[in-house]
């Protein structure tokens, strides 16, 4: 191998290196993204200037560009659901369904299910987390296992099943021109077997715990006992599936509505359906509010695909790319190992595919490959490192929402 391309790929390795380093220690995206950019930039052939101005701009510009209605939608569709109680009260009456001895399931089954619905994952997470809370004291769970119940919950199984209108669900559309039904029958399967075997593992790992002597032991932040008036939760799960109807029925081989528009149509359902449970006059406030979190969101994200796309200018990154394509055994082991590895550099589900899809996508379909196949083995395999401490989700749920350190929510 050419020593300019083996600089390169420790370069890269070095800067995904400290990418998960500073992450880890709460240094913001942005620094930590421009900084890791410039090593690989200046490492992999590429002048600082272009690799920042043009590399790392053009990635981080074009993902906003293709993503960001998608992003706007599913926030809004989250606040109509935070403002109303929506998605607490369908929580709650899933948490009330399996009673006190299923309580640990009943925490992803509650994010899971309003994920599938169209709500963004940060705000499932943080819907779900006063319930949560409620329910690892009643049970004497150790509170250190709930940003793990609520990963597990937003960012596996609901996140990559067929017809989510999630980000991870549309960007292998756009990039295939497939729908987001694509693969069902395996994506159902995937699905299902992701959440038997995770609420095993975590079943058994919070009774370890238990049995060796943990207990619940509040933090000073806590608030238990929300006294809010909740609407009935069949009532709020309507708008789920009304949007879940509007973006996966088709007539004449198209949808009622593009995903973005059937997404805001349901935020819409939300409003109208709950509304004497929010406050009108402040509609527009939370509105407002809702489209600043969908910037701060995307563009976190876009951070960490702009330094993808400064690693994808890199002269190492052919190389990567040829030994994903040849990786031996069939062609989907690879689009699921090229994915992954891309992902996992990434940090982010959503950015590894805005990497991965327009790159490995093109190249399988050229082998002959299912466009759906492809499209279903990216989005579930783009979960898989979707757990490591510097993906953005993890950050936000397990320090800033549940106060937790990494170190104990890992242990």
């Known amino acids: ?44 052939g590429i002048s600082l200037y272009d690799g920042l101005k043009e590399n790392y701009m053009t990635a981080f510009v074009n993902f906003f560009r293709s ?35 299923m309580a640990l399931i009943s925490i992803p089954l509650a994010c899971g299910i309003i994920s599938y619905g169209g709500v963004s994952v940060f705000v499932a997470s943080f819907a779900v987390f006063p319930i949560a809370l409620e329910v690892f004291r009643q049970a004497d769970y150790p509170r250190r296992f709930i940003p793990g119940a609520l990963t597990f919950g937003c960012s596996t199984w609901a996140m990559v099943a067929p017809g989510a209108p999630q980000i991870q669900n549309a960007v292998p559309a756009a990039a295939l021109g497939t729908d987001l039904m694509a693969g069902t029958i395996n994506g159902f399967l995937s699905s299902a077997s992701i959440l038997l075997i995770g609420c095993f593992i ?24 929300d006294e809010a008036e909740y609407p009935n939760g069949w009532l709020a799960i309507i708008p789920l599936l009304f949007t879940l109807f509007l973006i996966n029925v088709k007539i004449d081989g198209n949808p009622l509505l593009p995903l973005e528009f059937g997404v805001f149509t349901g935020s819409v359902a939300v409003i109208i359906l709950l509304n004497k449970y929010q406050d009108n006059k402040k509609l527009i406030h939370h509105l407002g509010e809702a489209c600043k979190q969908s ?38 082991a690879g689009v699921a190992i090229g994915t992954t590895v891309i992902a996992g550099v990434c940090g982010s589900a959503s950015g590894g595919l805005g990497i991965a899809a327009p790159l490995l996508g093109p190249s399988y379909l050229a082998m002959g490959v299912p466009a759906a196949a492809i499209h279903r083995v990216m989005t579930v395999s783009s979960a898989a490192l979707d757990s490591l401490p510097h993906n953005g989700y993890i950050v936000t749920v397990t320090n800033g929402l549940c106060n937790e350190t990494h170190k104990d929510a890992y242990s």
Do not use: H, W
């Open 1 to 44: 191998m050419d020593g300019a391309i083996l600089l390169s790929l420790f370069g890269i390795i070095v800067a995904l290196s400290l990418l998960v380093i500073l992450i880890m220690r709460g240094v913001n995206i942005f620094i930590v993204a421009l900084l890791c950019s410039s090593i690989v930039a200046l490492t992999g």
């Open 67 to 101: 993503n960001f209605l998608i992003f706007l939608t599913g926030t809004i569709m989250g606040k109509a659901y935070e403002i109303t109680n929506g998605a607490k009260s369908i929580a709650q009456m899933i948490v009330n369904r399996f009673g006190p001895n």
């Open 202 to 225: 975590l079943i058994r790992t919070v009774n370890k715990a238990r049995d060796n002597g943990e207990t619940f032991v509040p933090k000073p932040m806590d608030v238990f006992q």
């Open 295 to 332: 910037v701060v969101s995307i563009s976190n994200t876009c951070a960490v695909v702009g330094f993808g796309g400064v690693v994808q200018a890199s002269l190492a990154f052919p190389t990567i790319i040829n030994a994903m394509v040849s990786i031996p055994g069939p062609p989907l």
